[in-house]
């Protein structure tokens, strides 16, 4: 931890230039004498410091010093550093190491901190960001290239075990999923659901041909047009159309795009997908009167029963 304090102590002074005692600590999280003791510790490995006390005094480098990482241009530099830290990668615990990268790049192309002007923020709006404990752990075995036992969660809630060769992780808007080969094939799970993981020892070769992001553009394509799909005609107002996107998402932009004319009362026949009759009714009951479901009946009954099952529950006695 001290070497990387001084690393970053060194790092800030070539990018920022002269800063008092009290600005490194604060940014180092540390204490002023700390600090003097850091700076002599850099001083005694050739490492040009200095300091001057009073006002206007500081800590800086001697004029023109460098570290030996270069080979970037500005603007590669400024690409670098112009995200920051992603969330994403404080999830596989690389934040202070790809912060400490950052300065090494802007201080030697001389860029400064004021280059990070964009920020991911990955994960859809109103949903929470899932606990992926075991993430590092995974990555780091992806690194390593050694085998892991995995117990996880399947999605009929039932704990199932696999011995995998960890590939690659993917981020998908906030979600994290497992790339890995088990016995010859290549399968996805979700890292949310892992419960535990066990790193053995017997590494493993890396397929030559893999290639993660291609693996990921085939297999989503092949998830998402195999995903059962149930075919809801509706005939919705137009206060329900205008807010079906808000519900929906921007996947029912189609479904209007394709809906019919309004008729003369601006209501509109349109086709809804969902997974199942259950998912069906449950989210077209919120619109209440503002929909009538055409077909299949066994919505429109799902929808008679929630609808019955309501006024049950909230009459009055």
């Known amino acids: 931890m001290r070497a990387d304090r001084l690393l970053r102590l060194a790092l800030l002074l070539q990018a920022r230039g002269r800063l008092t005692a009290q600005a490194l600590a604060d940014e180092l999280e540390v204490s002023v004498r700390t600090v003097y003791r850091d700076l002599e510790s850099l001083s005694g490995v050739g490492i040009p410091v200095w300091t001057e006390s009073g006002p206007g005094g500081g800590c800086q480098l001697v004029d023109g010093y460098r570290t030996p990482f270069g080979g970037l241009s500005r603007d590669e530099a400024a690409s670098l550093l112009a995200l920051g830290v992603p969330g994403p990668l404080r999830d596989l ?12 790049i802007g201080a030697s192309s001389g860029v400064s901190d004021a280059a990070r002007t964009v920020h991911l923020d990955m994960p859809n709006w109103f949903r929470r960001a899932e606990e992926t404990p075991q993430l590092p752990v995974i990555a780091e075995s992806i690194r390593d290239r050694r085998r892991i036992d995995l117990t996880y969660t399947s999605p009929s809630r039932s704990k199932a075990h696999a011995h995998l060769a960890p590939l690659g992780i993917v981020n998908k808007a906030g979600v994290w999923y497992l790339v ?3 016995s010859g094939r290549t399968r996805v799970f979700r890292v949310a659901r892992v419960r535990s993981v066990r790193v053995c020892e017997d590494t493993f070769t890396r397929p030559a041909d893999f290639d993660l992001a291609a693996f990921w553009e085939a297999w989503s394509a092949d998830f998402e047009a195999t995903r059962p799909r149930l075919r809801v005609v509706v005939r919705a107002s137009p206060e329900a159309v205008d807010v ?25 026949e349109l086709v809804l997908t969902f997974e199942h009759e259950a998912a069906a009714a449950h989210r077209l009951a919120g619109f209440g009167g503002s929909i009538e479901v055409r077909a299949p009946s066994s919505v429109r009954a799902r929808l008679v029963e929630t ?10 006695h």
């Open 93 to 104: 615990g690389l934040g202070p190491s790809l912060q400490s990268a950052q300065r090494r």
């Open 180 to 182: 890995a080969d088990a």
């Open 244 to 268: 079906m996107p808000e519900v929906f998402g921007d996947a029912v932009h189609e479904a209007i795009g394709n809906a019919s004319a309004p008729d003369e009362q601006g209501w509109r």
């Open 307 to 316: 609808a019955t099952a309501t006024l049950t529950r909230y009459s009055v």
